[in-house]
């Protein structure tokens, strides 16, 4: 941590899902520091309103990230146009909740496709970019659901699971080469995606902004693992020291293993759960 | 806890035709258990069930089609009765470094690794969840736990295993439905051809894993390490700082283990199977 922080000022960024929550907030903290902040998302008219809104020289561009010809397309596009990207910001996401056995297979398949398959791609394809250049930053944004338990969102969680796999093997396999990657593991962030859950003693939600600041610092001062809030670093770690049984009852008593399950009902979700139901149209053989 | 016995009940193993799939049906067959063998090769696993004597069965099935999936689920049901314990133990792990894997070789993983698992929990439970009785075992690997260079994708699909075990184990309480989870190190199978043995990943036999299966399935319990002692590294290893853990994998030659394996010709035939395992990703 001693050494010196990274200038992000004239950074090229690409930011996946930016037009709203985690994305949003990090766009903005960015083109604060100085980065070519461009943000990709699905609903085209926002996300130029967004661009618009987050300053004078932010990029907004249409992207589905599970259309992998367009997600790659969408890249070259913005190197030839504006130039290398120094940082990709994987952040799309989506968090259905249901009990496990309810969710449907089209909706397990639009979590596989969002949360794990389009970071992969969008991993594989900055490595491609960046390791001839030998520098740049992948930033995967998984969630604490990807090394904590999360009843209510298992396939999310699976997901999650997986991207911090995903991450930690590239950043082994990135050694050496000038090209870093972190994997940034929010807790419950109060954005959409966390409406309707209640506030238990464990989770409280953090805003967006708490989660910019990290991957700002993480990228100024690189590391893989980055926790938003902080805090859950030390939790995560001597948590794992404690026998299965006392994690289960600390999961009990703060409610969390409830946490997700409990909203599955609640009306509030419903617009946020049908915006994500229509939110992949590559990956839908319905909507090819 | 009582001992569960095991006399009788009906056990679905998926891949079990080969590796550890094959070494835990002839060891829940040796404890008394009737088991189906379901196999992408529907001749190797007929011969599989006939090896392993007693009423097994051995199926096509391909775990990648999941309407397939579920009828086979069905014919079992049919033939040997109500299901007990589901296996989700078919796999693959091609080698090479992210940026060099093929979509198709990603995708292949998914589907096979995670999606199938997925899929087959879930059958699962709708199917035990109503008889309040019943027991999922998931195969991971201990590459679920730490990162791998040179099976990145392998090692993100078995993550994702990990964390949707962990995630359903809550969801089941007091359902009477069990899930655990199993991590095996190198198993000494066609999957791993062509890995060398390092200081910290002598591998073990596939026979371990199935004698380790087996008792989680007699005293139902989450997490199965394999072996038992990697739990307990595993959580040593969490709390170091970064940099010591780092210092360990490297000492021990993990870091680079999968890695300088992938162009190792004694795995060219492993990697061609793999290659052609599985309709096109279901």
């Known amino acids: 941590m001693a050494k010196q922080a990274r200038s992000l000022r004239g950074k090229i960024v690409v930011i996946t899902g930016g037009a709203r929550g985690i994305g949003r907030a990090t766009a903005t903290a960015l083109a604060v520091e100085g980065a070519h902040v461009v943000i990709g998302d699905l609903d085209a008219e926002l996300t130029a309103r967004a661009a618009k809104e987050i300053g004078p020289d932010v990029v907004g561009v249409r992207l589905d990230v599970t259309d992998h010809a367009g997600f790659t397309a969408a890249l070259d596009e913005i190197e030839r146009d504006i130039g290398p990207i120094d940082i990709l910001i994987n952040n799309a996401g989506i968090m259905p909740v249901s009990m496990f056995e309810d969710e449907t297979p089209e909706s397990t398949a639009r979590q596989v496709a969002v949360n794990f398959l389009a970071p992969l791609h969008g991993t594989r394809d900055a490595i491609g970019r960046m390791k001839p250049r030998r520098r740049g930053h992948i930033v995967n944004v998984a969630s604490m659901a990807g090394v904590i338990p999360t009843p209510g969102a298992s396939t999310y969680s699976a997901t999650k699971h997986a991207v911090v796999g995903l991450t930690e093997s590239v950043s082994w396999e990135l050694r050496g080469s000038g090209v870093d990657i972190s994997c940034v593991l929010p807790a419950l962030v109060n954005t959409e995606l966390a409406v309707g859950i209640q506030r238990t003693r464990a989770s409280r939600t953090i805003e967006p902004e708490v989660v910019a600041t990290e991957i700002v610092n993480a990228l100024k001062w690189p590391k893989l693992m980055v926790f938003a809030p902080k805090s859950m670093a030390a939790i995560t770690k001597w948590s794992g020291l404690l026998p299965r049984a006392v994690g289960d009852k600390m999961m009990t008593a703060t409610g969390s293993d409830h946490l997700l399950a409990d909203a599955i009902t609640t009306g509030e979700r419903a617009d946020y759960e049908a915006r994500v139901a229509a939110s992949t149209p590559a990956s839908d053989p319905a909507h090819p | ?282």
């Open chain 2, 1 to 282: 806890m009582a001992r569960r016995s095991l006399t009788g009940t009906v056990v679905v193993i998926t891949g079990g035709a080969r590796g550890i799939g094959l070494a835990t049906a002839h060891a829940l067959t040796a404890a008394g258990a009737r088991v189906a063998i379901g196999d992408l090769d529907g001749d190797l696993a007929q011969r599989a069930a006939k090896d392993v004597g007693g009423e097994a069965l051995g199926l096509h099935l391909d775990v990648t089609d999941h309407p397939g999936f579920t009828a086979f689920l069905d014919q079992v049901e049919r033939e040997l009765g109500p299901i007990d314990v589901l296996v989700n133990n078919a796999g693959i792990m091609p080698l090479a470094l992210l940026d060099e894997e093929s979509d198709e070789t990603t995708a292949k993983q998914i589907a096979i690794n995670l999606s199938a698992v997925i899929h087959g929990t879930r059958e699962a439970i709708r199917r035990m969840k109503p008889r309040h009785s019943g027991h999922i075992v998931n195969i991971a690997s201990v590459a679920g736990k730490v990162g791998t260079a040179g099976g990145a994708t392998y090692s993100a699909t078995k993550h994702g295993v990990v964390g949707l075990c962990e995630a359903v184990h809550f969801e089941l309480r007091g359902t009477g439905v069990e899930i655990s989870c199993v991590m095996p190190t190198i198993v000494r199978t066609e999957l791993a051809a062509g890995l060398k043995q390092t200081r910290l990943s002598s591998q073990i036999g596939p026979e371990q894993v199935a004698d380790a299966i087996v008792a989680a399935v007699r005293s139902p319990r989450l997490e199965v390490w394999v072996p038992r002692y990697l739990g307990t590294l595993s959580k040593v290893v969490r709390v170091l700082p970064r940099g010591a853990g780092e210092a360990i994998m490297r000492v021990g030659g993990s870091d680079r283990l999968l890695a300088s394996a992938a162009h190792a010709p004694e795995r060219a035939e492993y990697e061609r199977r793999a290659a052609a395992s599985a309709g096109d990703g279901g």
